[in-house]
């Protein structure tokens, strides 16, 4: 064999290796300040300031039929982000929608990917600088990465079991600490969160220090009592979730009535019915709040018309 032949040979077995250990990054597109990179050896600086602070922004888009949607309003919600984390953004929206829209179609270009539905992550931090809080190591270009794959949004299985939470003792982020409404990529709370609602629940549910529910770790809540929708305020503390919005809307326009309104973890256990909102997973029933089962443990008549009448409008809003 010649040496270069053993040369090819060891790296393609690397390569390899690596996908078979790190199965996440195989089909999936990086792009790095503008740059697609090989998704195997993607690499950001170790000083940059999402990785040592946190100090970071992002959105997920999915899409229909290849098509992503919300692109605008998640990208106004990024610019708002920015906006309340005084970071300022190296490039316009329309270039960030631009890289996306290109990042999924070179997803689904790759082999066996042309039906798939993507995943498209952006995610933009303060940029590489020395350590510290000084202005001269804040004020650094910011640096983004855009990574999509394959969406694997939960199934119709899953549907019909809906999600088990529990509502865990540490508090949602006050709004005058980590803003929620900022998509931030410090989501250490949310894990925190998340692990301490532990087995035999899918996800943890948070309420602030008074009391409130406010939302999940990565989704927003809502029930449903004597025919009225009701949800937690924007002003509670939560993020503005896009999902959320369009459900409100939806739920106006089938003439179903909702409340935006404060409420205790109670309300849950004694609701009709439970569901979450996020990009990923729609409209998805909740079945057990803490140990209260709710509906019978199956998806309620109005989590399903409202699911249905957003799959429904989704073409609608990508046109
Ligand atoms: C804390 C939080 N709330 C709500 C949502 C849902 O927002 P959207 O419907 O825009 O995905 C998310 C999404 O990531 C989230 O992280």
Known sequence: MLLEEVILWTRACFTAIVASVNPFVENTIIVINGQQVDAKTASIPVFDRGFLYGDSLYEVARTYGGKALFMSEHLDRLFESAKLARMQLSQSKEEYRRQMEASIQAFRALPGQSQSEAYCRIIVTRGAGKIGFGLNCVMTPTQYVILTQKLEPPSAEQFQKGFKYRVVERFRNHPNATDPAMKSGNYLNSLLAFLEAGDGFDDALLCNADGHLTEGTTFNIFYVKNGIVVTSPLDIGILDGLTRRATLELAKKLKIPVREVRFPKERLYEADEVFMTSTIKEVFPVTKVDQHTIA????????????????????????
Request: aromatic share 8%.
């Open 296 to 319: 019978k443990g199956k998806p309620g008549p109005i989590t399903e018309k409202l699911n249905q009448a957003f799959r429904k409008e989704v073409q609608t809003w990508l046109a």
